[in-house]
């Protein structure tokens, strides 16, 4: 237990700390394109791990395909704030779905739903771009996930 700080020494203190997040509703791929885009990429992969999502998102950015994420580096890690909360409102809305086994990201039937109630939304240049830089990317992205995949089986061996 802590005791009240007396003479300036240091305690331990319970501060509630709150951070703002935006509601998020079904109604949001008709607001924010940007989600909708990812579906399409999603969908079109037929699954994709965050990583090789970013990658893709990332590689893209550079070759035509810009959806507005930023990205940082540390070491050799991409990562993209942006992107990870985009994933996390779809996945909590229940679009997307993470596969247990191999921690891809999937439609899920609602996604698959939602989706096609909106894609009349998603730019024709988009697709085009999408469908262009997917091919071009999509075996080093295959490549990124089986790698994370057998990373995934080769530390769940060490926990056992």
């Known amino acids: 237990m802590s005791q009240p700080t007396q003479g300036g020494q240091p305690g331990k ?3 509630l700390k709150t951070a703002s ?7 949001i ?5 940007r989600k909708l885009q990812l579906l399409y990429i999603i969908k079109t992969l037929e699954g994709v791990s965050e990583k090789g999502l970013i ?3 990332y590689e893209g950015s550079q070759k035509g395909l810009n959806m507005g994420h930023q990205f940082n580096t540390l070491g050799n890690n991409l990562f993209s704030p942006t992107v990870k ?9 229940g679009y997307i779905e993470s596969d247990p086994q ?8 609602d996604g698959e739903e939602a989706f096609q109630s909106n894609k009349q939304l998603l730019e024709e240049n988009f697709i085009n771009t999408a469908n262009a830089v997917i ?7 295959v490549s990124i996930d089986q790698e994370y995949n057998l990373k995934l089986r080769s530390g769940g061996r060490r926990r056992r």
Do not use: A, F, H
């Open 135 to 141: 091919g071009e990317l999509k075996s080093k992205i």
């Open 55 to 57: 990658t893709l998102l």
């Open 21 to 27: 997040k935006q509601v998020i509703s079904p109604s």
């Open 85 to 93: 909360e985009d994933v996390t409102s779809l996945l909590y809305l």
């Open 13 to 15: 203190s319970k501060e």
């Open 29 to 33: 791929l008709k607001e924010d394109k």
């Open 102 to 109: 191999t921690k891809k990201l999937k439609l899920t039937n």
